[in-house]
Every structure is written in C-alpha cells, then in structure tokens.
C-alpha cells in the first residue's frame, strides 16, 4: 500500500439515479416513491431554455415539501458557460436544505469545480448549513476527460464522477447517433480457419474512456457511475451496458426511465451467491492467518491477502444495500 492515503467519499448507495426533468413537477412523487438510490432534479438538458426560471421554482417546491426518504436528492444544474447557472446555485441550496449533492455538468478543468464550490461555500456559510452540499461530477467531453485525474482532486466535497457517453460522443466526433450502445462497425475480425472461414466480434467503444474515468474515480476515492442508455425499449442492451460498466468496477448507472431502476439495482447488487463465496474466503483466510500462512487454496484456487480486500469490498456493498 503506497504512503499517500487517500480520503474516500462520503458513503451513499448509489446503484441507480433517476432522471427527472425540473419542468416536470408531475413526475416528482412518483420519484420519491421509486426504488431509486438517487435522484437527480434536472435543470439542464432535460428543460427547454424558456422553462428554466419555472423549472428551477418545480425544484424547490418539490424537494421542501415532498417526502424523498432516504434517496440522495441531487440537483443538476445549467453549464457554467451559462447565465442560468449561479441561479440555479443560489436560488435552491440557499432554499433546499434537503438537497444533498450538486451534480455540474460538462466540467472540463479543475477550476470549473472551484467555481461552484465558492459559491456553495458562501451559501453554506451565510445560511449556516450544518450539511455540507457534496458534488458528483459529469465528465462528458474531450477536455473533461483529459483533465479528468486533475477534476477528481479539485474539492473535498468530490462524491462521485459521472460518465456522459452522449456529448461524450459528440465532443470527440464519434460516428454514433445512439446513447451508450454499441456500434456495429467498431469491432474485430478474426484469422482465417483452415477452412477459410472468418467471425466478426462487435466490441465496446467507450471501454477505453471508461477504463480510464473509473481509475480516475477510485484513486481519488469518488464513485464511478455510468451514464445513460438512451434506449429505454431495450432492457437488454440496458443490463448488457450495465453488466459492462459492473464488471470494471462502476458502483452504479444512471436510469433516465422509471424502467431501467430495476435493472440497474438488480446488477448492481451483490447476488447471494457472491457474498456467500466473499464470507468463505474470509473466513479461509482467518483460519490460514491462525496457521501462519498468508495464502491458502478455496475450491481450487488460490486466495491470498488481496482475496481478502476484494470480499471484504463486496461484503461491505451488501452490508450498505442491506442496511438501505
């Protein structure tokens, strides 16, 4: 283990966040009662410039006087190369002392995070808010994504990193017009068999992006959570992304339909079966630390002292889920 510690978030659930546009009040309790970990209050995309000022009054009506539970309730706010944004700041942290996390779009440089967490500092300060505001940070551009080691460390209040895959997509002039599939043209064509034949593989193009987003996220200590999936009528596609974004260590993914909440706590949740095998390794590693030795053999396969930090990860998720 290196020196240099680094200080993990603040520990919230985060499997699922729901999308829900702030010029839609109608679709709020129905928000509230979803099986959803987070919510996220949009101000930005999901509202049509005319509709900002409303939707922003939506927002703090809604999170003062509607029972959210124990979601994390996050606001995302305009870009900061907009008018909208310093209004969207003041106007529902200094209001909504049940907001948790901000979530700024399209940050590009550390300075960007700066900014908002000046003002946030201000607003906390003068309305003297015991609960310090956290920010999830959407890296959805070529600069964002260059810069994406230095964004993670830009604050203390750095929660978690979110991947915008669409104008992820447009920002560096990939050839795909859908929201976090795949495309059939970026693959790999196998060697010739004896026969002369050849398969085609259909591979992931954003598995480069977002290996290097997660090792940004967990070196720093924030969550890594995967955006959207804009096609909403294919559950499968939906699990086979989310699959993915699991597999390289993602906590969680965004749902932009009530639909795909299911889907992804079911993926992102520990099955039995994992946290059965993660207890049994504990306890073999227990019984060969009693023994003096630092590895020892499980149903064929060596476990050692990085076995162990690997189940106590995944005993300690199903501990967080269990405990929701």
Same mark, same amino acid.
């Given at each position: 283990?290196?020196?240099?510690?680094?200080?993990?978030?603040?520990?919230?659930?985060?499997?699922?966040?729901?999308?829900?546009?702030?010029?839609?009040?109608?679709?709020?309790?129905?928000?509230?009662?979803?099986?959803?970990?987070?919510?996220?209050?949009?101000?930005?995309?999901?509202?049509?410039?005319? @509709?900002?000022?409303?939707?922003?009054?939506?927002?703090?009506?809604?999170?003062?006087?509607?029972?959210?539970?124990?979601?994390?309730?996050?606001?995302?706010?305009?870009?900061?190369?907009?008018?909208?944004?310093?209004?969207?700041?003041?106007?529902?942290?200094?209001?909504?002392?049940?907001?948790?996390?901000?979530?700024?779009?399209?940050?590009?440089?550390?300075?960007?995070?700066?900014?908002?967490?000046?003002?946030?500092?201000?607003?906390?300060?003068?309305?003297?808010?015991?609960?310090?505001i956290g920010f999830?940070?959407?890296?959805e551009t070529a600069l964002g994504?260059?810069?994406?080691?230095?964004?993670?460390?830009?604050?203390?209040?750095?929660?978690?990193?979110?991947?915008?895959?669409?104008?992820?997509?447009?920002?560096?002039?990939?050839?795909?017009?859908?929201?976090?599939?795949?495309?059939? @043209?970026?693959?790999?064509?196998?060697?010739?068999?004896?026969?002369?034949?050849?398969?085609?593989?259909?591979?992931?193009?954003?598995?480069?992006?977002?290996?290097?987003?997660?090792?940004?996220?967990?070196?720093?200590?924030?969550?890594?959570?995967?955006?959207?999936?804009?096609?909403?009528?294919?559950? @499968?596609?939906?699990?086979?992304?989310?699959?993915?974004?699991?597999?390289?260590?993602?906590?969680?993914?965004?749902?932009?339909?009530?639909?795909?909440?299911?889907?992804?706590?079911?993926?992102?949740?520990?099955?039995?079966?994992?946290?059965?095998?993660?207890?049994?390794?504990?306890?073999?590693?227990?019984?060969?630390?009693?023994?003096?030795?630092?590895?020892?053999?499980?149903?064929?396969?060596?476990?050692?002292?990085?076995?162990?930090?690997?189940?106590?990860?995944?005993? @300690?998720?199903?501990?967080?889920?269990?405990?929701?």
């Amino acid at each position: 283990m290196s020196f240099t510690l680094i200080e993990q978030a603040t520990p919230r659930l985060h499997r699922s966040e729901l999308a829900v546009p702030g010029s839609a009040p109608g679709m709020f309790e129905k928000a509230a009662a979803s099986k959803s970990d987070q919510v996220f209050l949009d101000l930005e995309d999901a509202v049509a410039p005319d @509709d900002k000022e409303q939707a922003r009054k939506n927002i703090i009506q809604g999170l003062n006087e509607i029972d959210w539970g124990s979601k994390t309730m996050t606001l995302r706010i305009n870009g900061l190369d907009t008018h909208y944004a310093y209004r969207d700041v003041v106007d529902v942290v200094e209001n909504c002392p049940r907001l948790d996390v901000i979530l700024i779009p399209k940050v590009g440089v550390p300075q960007d995070v700066y900014a908002i967490d000046m003002l946030v500092t201000q607003i906390e300060s003068y309305k003297k808010r015991t609960k310090r505001i956290g920010f999830e940070l959407l890296i959805e551009t070529a600069l964002g994504m260059a810069n994406v080691e230095a964004i993670a460390q830009a604050s203390k209040r750095n929660e978690a990193l979110s991947f915008g895959v669409a104008d992820y997509a447009a920002s560096t002039r990939a050839r795909t017009t859908v929201i976090g599939g795949v495309n059939p @043209d970026y693959g790999v064509l196998s060697d010739k068999d004896a026969e002369g034949n050849r398969q085609y593989f259909w591979a992931d193009q954003w598995h480069a992006a977002q290996t290097r987003f997660l090792v940004a996220a967990r070196a720093y200590g924030l969550r890594p959570i995967d955006g959207p999936f804009g096609d909403f009528g294919d559950p @499968d596609g939906y699990i086979a992304a989310a699959k993915r974004a699991a597999v390289l260590g993602f906590e969680g993914k965004w749902a932009i339909h009530p639909s795909q909440i299911d889907l992804a706590n079911q993926v992102f949740t520990p099955s039995e079966a994992e946290v059965k095998k993660a207890r049994r390794i504990l306890e073999a590693m227990e019984q060969a630390a009693k023994e003096g030795r630092g590895a020892v053999s499980l149903d064929g396969r060596l476990i050692d002292i990085a076995s162990i930090r690997m189940a106590q990860a995944l005993i @300690d998720k199903a501990d967080q889920i269990g405990a929701a």
